[in-house]
């Protein structure tokens, strides 16, 4: 069962977007109940559900909202997730985990190639050299709050 605070939080952000004239609808993906925003007459531009009773994702666009909705992978399995998760601090909020050679696969394969083509070189190579980014917010104490953002890079290649 997804959990009652964040899902009352959810329907709220729900309703303020959709009197900003954004499309809220639901569909079931293998099982799972998700909710998607798009603008009048276009596919969805944001997506939302739980994995499990504990683990909500939110994702941009109709395909990644498919990908996640539809693996069955455990996150808490995936060899990357737990290197780069392993050193933030716990307790913890949550996480927030980008792995980048799946984020750049899916890019290149749905970015037009007219878009993919006005990424300077630099910063493709920049994106390439991440392996994942990892962030967590922590509170110390009653007066404290903290995020913690880790950068993982790739072993240098070549050289």
């Known amino acids: 069962m997804a959990n009652s605070s964040a899902e009352n939080i959810l329907a709220k952000i729900n309703e303020l977007a959709k009197t900003n004239s954004i ?42 909202v498919d990908a996640m909705a539809s693996n069955s992978q455990s996150l808490e399995n995936s060899p990357s997730f737990k290197a780069i998760t392993n050193t933030l601090p716990k307790p913890n ?12 696969a899916l890019m290149n394969r749905n970015l037009p190639s007219t878009q993919a083509s006005t990424i300077p070189p630099e910063v493709s190579a920049f994106l390439n050299s991440i392996r994942g980014i990892g962030i967590t ?8 709050s903290q995020m913690e953002v880790l950068l993982a890079l790739k072993p240098k290649s070549g050289n």
């Open 23 to 64: 499309n809220v609808t639901q569909r079931n993906i293998q099982g799972k109940t998700i909710t998607e925003w798009s603008s009048p007459g276009q596919e969805a531009w944001l997506g939302y559900g739980w994995l499990d009773g504990e683990s909500l994702f939110i994702a941009t666009g109709s395909s990644v």
């Open 93 to 104: 909020g949550g996480y927030f985990y980008l792995d980048m050679d799946k984020t750049m």
């Open 137 to 144: 917010a922590t509170q110390p104490d009653s007066s404290t």
